[in-house]
């Protein structure tokens, strides 16, 4: 939840700005790496020397408001705006990523009805422009995706003070969301008539250059939503009371877009074409979700050393689709097809409405606070609580007939100009993607939740001292996802393949042996969304955290912690390659065996911890200093590798534990100066600031391929280098 600044009865308001530009900008590449096939002394490397690394080149951020009053004492409003716009750089690429955020306006209006009543107005727009979404050393401009979204939250609330005891709220609002990914074609940034078929190296996951990405959408959604609270005091009831009931309703419809240039996407490996998947494109699938909920709560003040926080909280899904229609372009080369799995999946369709699934949950949640010794300085916290999932429209866009689907092929590229030229060209089916009716939802599905217990101590060691130690778990039970009910027990034949070893060569010292296991290529797919079971796709979480905080007194304050997080859980076997993402093995379920190698069938164990220190001094003249040290393990992985096998096709596999490697640790110092003038009359205040963002120029590889092969570990970014923003902000 946000809140919104409100206009009073004197206008205020606030601007400011900060700007970074290439002069404020350093060089932060390793000597290592500007040389080509650089390598540093943990194994990470370069192809191509490193002309630089992945720095921002300029950056602008404008922020104003303004409130004040409409009618003195009636009605009030408040406006804001904001424009954030980056341009950075990729490794090795001279185009710029242009990130762009704006807020093109933030209206809040306030009109008091009554001494009692008011009514409140609010509308926003918010607009994120990437013209080269994914650009990166895996994603050429062609592959790159135009993003324009935009974000239209708008509602209106009535509050009254009902009496001294008891406060009503009720509020109608709409959340509107446009989210296009699309081809840089578009935009103008690749030219449309050279733009080929999107293709992909499957040992490098390295998209062609001159092909297009595998994806790509339109998106909008359409979410109604009302909700009433009742707040009531009462006290006398062994102790005070705070009540609180309410109730909520939304509707998230989504209309999501999606198609493929060309329709079709070739997948290659070691630079021959082995499969071709299908696409069913263009096709608009929509989807809802109805939610009814209901809350109660209560703060409940026990006596002067103990509070309880006791709720509950019932909510009701309803998940399907409305009436649609779906009509594929098909492909020019397959127009003559016979294959009734062809023909079924290109052919025009009408889909009646249905309800796929409908659940009732209830999620209690109690907490405490506990004064030792009634003094404030030492304080017991605990909680509890059942938490369960959103679902949004994950459920029913899995089994609607109107959605994105893709056959995956052998490619029999009879004439070796690597392209589908008709029927005969296409060899085994190897499985179907996406859902557009290829998934079935359990009928007794059931919603997911997490629970959290937590533990707190806080103790004042000196006036303005005070130190925390928490402890907090968390699980997720009963998480749903896809598996394939009938080829999950048919992965049934022994096989073997070699691992080439980090250095990615057969026949070398580091090889060694995989047992594996294939399916008949003839077994049948049954692919259901449903809560996994075997093995179940629970996970556990702990995190303990120690802090001591000195709070701004006599012109300085500090604040110190540390913390360390445990992840017992289904971990995936790839790594994102996305320049803005840092490396590591993240959590993701597999339902293939060979995907499941190690752990307990597959959950694993990963680990991170962190530390900072952030203080304040004020210096004579009113010049401030403030400074942060912050140090963040990297995240664990472990060597992925790609396998053909004769029935399941190609698989991606991780053939090391989760722990067996864990990314580099980055630390950061930043810095900042700063000075406020007061200015005559009314002026308001004016304040100067210089941010130093790492100030030791730091040079940590960030992310970095983990795949197998000719370019493992080869760098995809770099921590950014040292840069100085110079800002001003007035306030008036």
Do not use: C
Not at 1 to 7: P, Y
Not at 356 to 363: C, Q
Not at 419 to 448: H, I, M, N, S, Y
């Amino acid at each position: 939840n946000i809140t919104i600044k409100s206009g009073g009865d004197r206008f205020s308001g606030m601007w400011y700005s900060d700007w970074e530009g290439a002069n404020l900008i350093s060089d932060n590449v390793p000597d290592e790496l500007k040389v080509a096939g650089g390598r540093t002394s943990d194994g990470y490397f370069v192809r191509a020397p490193l002309r630089r690394g992945n720095p921002i080149d300029r950056q602008y951020d404008i922020n104003s408001n303004v409130g004040g009053p409409i009618w003195r004492g009636k009605a009030w409003f408040f406006y804001s705006y904001r424009l954030n716009d980056q341009y950075k750089y990729v490794l090795n690429f001279d185009e710029l990523a242009q990130s762009k955020l704006s807020n093109l306006y933030t209206l809040k209006t306030t009109y008091q009805l009554s001494r009692n009543n008011q009514l409140i107005g609010f509308i926003n727009k918010r607009e994120k422009l990437q013209a080269l979404r994914d650009l990166g050393p895996t994603t050429p401009v062609s592959a790159a995706r135009y993003q324009a979204s935009r974000n239209y939250p708008v509602k209106m609330e009535w509050t009254s003070v009902l009496s001294d005891h008891a406060f009503l709220d009720v509020l109608v609002g709409r959340w509107t969301n446009y989210f296009p990914l699309r081809p840089t074609t578009e935009s103008g940034a690749y030219p449309k008539d050279r733009l080929q078929p999107g293709r992909i190296e499957l040992t490098t996951n390295q998209y062609f250059d001159g092909g297009a990405n595998s994806s790509y959408q339109d998106q909008k959604r359409y979410k109604p939503q009302v909700a009433a609270s009742l707040a009531y005091f009462k006290s006398g009831w062994q102790g005070s009371h705070d009540f609180k009931i309410g109730y909520e309703w939304h509707r998230d419809r989504r209309a999501l877009f999606l198609d493929q240039p060309f329709d079709i996407f070739y997948r290659d490996r070691n630079g021959l074409p082995i499969e071709v998947d299908l696409y069913n494109t263009p096709v608009e699938g929509i989807n809802d979700v109805n939610v009814h909920a209901a809350y109660v709560n209560d703060t409940w003040k026990f006596n002067d050393n103990l509070t309880l926080n006791l709720g509950l909280r019932m909510d009701h899904y309803k998940d399907g689709w409305p009436e649609q229609k779906h009509e594929p372009n098909g492909i020019p080369a397959l127009r003559n097809a016979t294959d009734p799995t062809l023909v079924a999946f290109f052919a025009p369709r009408t889909i009646e409405a249905k309800t796929v699934s409908r659940t009732l949950t209830w999620g209690p949640r109690a907490g405490f606070a506990y004064d030792l010794r009634g003094n404030g300085k030492s304080v017991i916290k605990g909680f509890y609580g059942r938490f369960y999932y959103n679902s949004a429209d994950i459920i029913a866009d899995n089994e609607n007939p109107v959605g994105r689907a893709q056959l995956r092929y052998q490619f029999l590229d009879a004439n070796g100009n690597r392209v589908v030229d008709g029927p005969q060209e296409l060899g085994r089916l190897l499985q179907t993607l996406g859902g557009a009716g290829f998934v079935k939802v359990d009928p007794d599905l059931k919603r997911p939740y997490g629970q959290e217990i937590s533990a707190h101590f806080e103790q004042e060691i000196t006036e303005g001292l005070s130190g925390r130690v928490s402890y907090v778990y968390k699980n997720r039970l009963n998480e749903w996802n896809e598996v394939d009910l009938t080829r999950v027990s048919a992965y049934t034949i022994p096989v073997t393949r070699t691992d080439p070893g980090p250095d990615g060569v057969t026949g070398t010292g580091d090889d060694k042996t995989l047992s594996l296991f294939d399916r008949p290529a003839a077994t049948a797919s049954n692919r259901v969304f449903t809560n996994a079971t075997d093995p179940a796709n629970d996970a556990d979480g702990q995190s303990i955290e120690l802090a001591i905080n000195r709070r701004f007194k006599g012109r300085w304050m500090a604040l110190a912690s540390f913390g360390y997080s445990r992840l017992d859980q289904f971990h995936g076997v790839t790594s994102s390659t996305s320049v803005l993402d840092s490396a590591g093995v993240g959590r993701g379920y597999n339902w293939r065996p060979n995907q499941r190698l190690f752990g307990d069938q597959g959950s694993e164990v990963s680990t991170l911890w962190n530390y900072k220190i952030i203080g304040r001094y004020v210096m004579p003249f009113d010049i401030g200093v403030s400074g942060s040290w912050k140090v963040q393990s990297g995240r664990n992985w472990g060597r992925s590798l790609s396998v053909a096998l004769t029935g399941a096709g190609t698989e991606t596999i991780r053939v090391e534990p989760v722990d067996s490697r864990r990314a580099p640790t980055v630390g950061i110092l930043d810095l900042r100066l700063d000075k406020s003038v007061n200015l005559p009359g009314r002026g308001g205040r004016l304040v100067g600031m210089v941010d130093v963002f790492n100030l030791l120029n730091s040079n940590t590889v960030t992310n970095f391929r983990i795949t197998t092969g000719s370019t493992f570990q080869e760098v995809l970014a770099l921590l950014d280098p040292r840069i100085v923003r110079l800002g001003v902000r007035w306030e008036f």
